[in-house]
DNA sequence: CGCCTTGTAATACAACCGTTCAACAAGGAA
DNA sequence: TTCCTTGTTGAACGGTTGTATTACAAGGCG
């Protein structure tokens, strides 16, 4: 008698799926409120739980972040991926897409730029954040470096170095992002992909000296090896 | 007697100099703890003063550090151009000294990364950084404009659209420098500059067919004017 | 039906935040 | 030397932060 538990004030999940739904919370709480919505408590309260709940799950605030993060990323990436990878269409016709799907209005909203902008700034200062970094950023230019590699093979194409050539084609990518998100009124997103479509045509077309392969045009190797200092072209 | 003053308290300063002095201590807490570095203690620490201080001589702090970003980037722009200036040299020769500086070892510092996400966080939630971020990335964009202009009257280089290839450039040379500034061992100073140079001669040779004037390949256009889609210089 | 694990809530805490304000003193003016 | 303007201090305020800790209750298991 006088039980009446009506409804229960909460219900229990499974960690991981609670785990989801809080990184899943924080990225609605970057991409609406940037840098301040990288809080305990408004992620708590985007996510419908208390603010102690998230200590639970995660050992602290960077590393719910940090997952946040790593969850974002590799989503983008498999999303531009899935919609470039076409095994009907040349190379090219890829590389289009790709460049399509990464101006497309939902990459551009100005959320998910304060977003990033929020896992950028813990980078140096985080060794998580850092780690998430450098693996996603990896992945996202070795799937440029396949796109272009399979560029490479077809038509007579000169060879050209494909870690260097990605490495601009991503800064070009990221720059017009960049801007496009900070101002959506300097140019139109097919500005942008035209800027990347001449960029890899002029590739092709070997106008670009310094990243000829086999040449001694070597400024842009790995800056692994001892460093021989030799001329760049 | 029993006055011995000694040594004073504080120094009266004329506000134009205070107000430099916290300008400066802002830079340097922005640079050092990114955006942790913008509190009003951490700040008026760093340059002797009491917190109060801050609120004397700036309505608030986000004041403060908008005009920290003004004088930063006037500063750092006005370096490159200095720089590059050289009535003697050709202007491809200018062009390329404005590339050096903008990778040099002082540019590429993390600590002016991490003060750049600061600002960049602050543009879409705070109109002041709007404004400063809207004037100097203007005054950047014409600066490039005008090396970019100087270099279509050598020689018999095709007509360029002047606007967009600026856009392009400043897009390339943001996206390499954020890259070098988040992980140095990416790729070497010189091979940014490399891929600046490439860029610049690929547009000069008429690589880049979208930013061909007088042609219908108009997706770079200004999108400001009632779109007579006019071909501009 | 009752126990028991454990996901969850709620509170407490010390530290920090930006801003306000009254009191002070530095240093030029008279 | 005295006064007065005003740059400057330092405390106070209400708010926020991340984390630790305690008490609770949901829901499966025996």
Redesign the pocket.
């Known amino acids: 008698m006088a039980k009446t538990?009506g409804t229960?004030?909460?219900?229990?999940?499974p960690?991981v799926a609670?785990r989801e739904a809080l990184i899943e919370a924080t990225l609605v709480c970057l991409r609406r409120f940037g840098h301040e919505g990288?809080?305990?408590?408004?992620i708590s309260a985007q996510a419908g739980?208390?603010?102690?709940?998230?200590?639970?799950?995660f050992p602290?605030?960077?590393t719910l972040v940090a997952a946040a993060y790593d969850s974002l990323a590799t989503s983008l990436l498999h999303s531009i991926r899935r919609q470039a990878h076409d095994v009907s269409k040349t190379p090219r016709e890829r590389l289009r897409r790709f460049f399509e799907a990464s101006f497309a209005p939902d990459l551009l909203d100005p959320g998910l730029f304060n977003t990033w902008l929020v896992f950028w700034s813990m980078v140096s200062h985080d060794a998580e954040m850092r780690a998430v970094h450098d693996r996603t950023y990896g992945a996202y230019r070795a799937t440029l470096e396949s796109l272009l590699g399979q560029l490479r093979l077809d038509d007579d194409i000169p060879a050209f170095k494909l870690r260097p050539a990605a490495i601009g084609l991503s800064a070009l990518m990221d720059g017009l992002w960049i801007e496009a998100s900070m101002n959506s009124r300097t140019f139109k997103p097919a500005a942008a992909v035209s800027l990347c479509e001449d960029w890899t045509n002029a590739l092709c077309a070997g106008a670009f000296p310094g990243l000829r392969a086999g040449g001694r045009a070597s400024a842009l190797q790995r800056p692994k090896p001892p460093q021989k200092t030799q001329s760049e072209s």
């Open positions: 538990p229960p004030k909460f219900r229990r999940e960690p609670r990288m809080s305990v408590r408004q739980v208390s603010a102690g709940l998230i200590n639970h799950h602290s605030i960077t």
